[in-house]
């Protein structure tokens, strides 16, 4: 399953069942798992560990060392779960010792064409990354958000479960989980329901989340006075409860 014009080093491991295309570079201390399809003209460099069932198109650069200026060569990582896709001219770089030393990819995500994610990222599970998306080093990105075409996301910015981040955007600050927001820079724009409703959350969990937003958004409330108001709703509602802890543990300050 591996064409003759592929290079391979000695020192990768390739599983059983998966497929490397022509003209692709497989570095050492890279692992890839069983099913994987890697197509033509693919660089990937180590250490670098994908997991199985990913799919990854031609002329993406994965486990690329990284473009912070402080890195000196440490060795860091790239892990990549299941069932991902990886579209043409991707680029996903490896950590740095400043961090964890780790940029991860979770489960059952999609990354389009010329996505970046750089040194440190975490991204969750079936998160999406539209076309020429770009998150800089340290973001975290929470499962099932969306951040749409040419946006960007600067270092360090958290995106909370279930968000949407329109197209063309420039996020400077922590987006809470279930929000939308668009803009330049960022604004937020509501809560995302029709996601939810197409992922099944119920009415009611929707109808607590929109009075949780208008709590903190539109009431002019200061921010403790609004998650104070909440703690009850919180309780009730596992949702609420999300979307306020993704507020307090908020590090760059809220989307406003």
Excluded at 35 to 63: D, E, L, M, Y
Excluded at 138 to 164: L, M, N, P, R, W
Excluded at 171 to 194: C, I, R, S, W
Aim: proline share 4%; glycine share 12%; hydrophobic share 40%.
């Amino acid at each position: 399953m591996i064409h003759p014009t592929a290079l391979v080093d000695q020192k990768a491991r390739i599983a059983d069942g998966a497929s490397i295309g022509p003209f692709t570079v497989i570095g050492p201390d890279v692992e890839i798992g069983e099913g994987c399809w890697i197509g033509p003209h693919v660089v990937i460099n180590g250490p670098t560990t994908i997991g199985r069932h990913n799919k990854i198109f031609q002329f993406a650069s994965v486990g690329e060392a990284c473009q912070d200026l402080k890195y000196k060569g440490e060795p860091t990582r790239l892990i990549i779960g299941d069932h991902n896709t990886i579209r043409e001219g991707a680029t996903l770089h490896r950590g740095t010792i400043q961090d964890k030393g780790e940029t991860r990819v979770g489960n059952h995500c999609l990354l389009m064409a010329y996505t970046h994610v750089a040194h440190d990222v975490i991204v969750g599970d079936h998160v999406i990354l539209a076309n020429s998306a770009g998150l800089a080093g340290h973001v975290k990105v929470g499962d099932y958000a969306i951040v749409g075409g040419h946006s960007g996301v600067h270092q360090f910015v958290s995106i909370g479960e279930h968000t949407f981040i329109g197209a063309g955007s420039t996020v400077l600050k922590d987006v809470p989980a279930f929000v939308t927001v668009q803009g330049y820079p960022a604004a937020p724009h509501g809560m995302n329901t029709e996601g939810l409703r197409r992922r099944g959350f119920s009415a009611e969990a929707i109808k607590a989340l929109r009075n949780a937003y208008k709590t903190v958004y539109r009431q002019s409330k200061t921010t403790k006075a609004a998650l104070a108001e909440l703690a009850p709703v919180a309780e009730q509602f596992p949702e609420v409860a999300l979307f306020v802890r993704s507020i307090e543990t908020a590090s760059r300050g809220i989307v406003r």
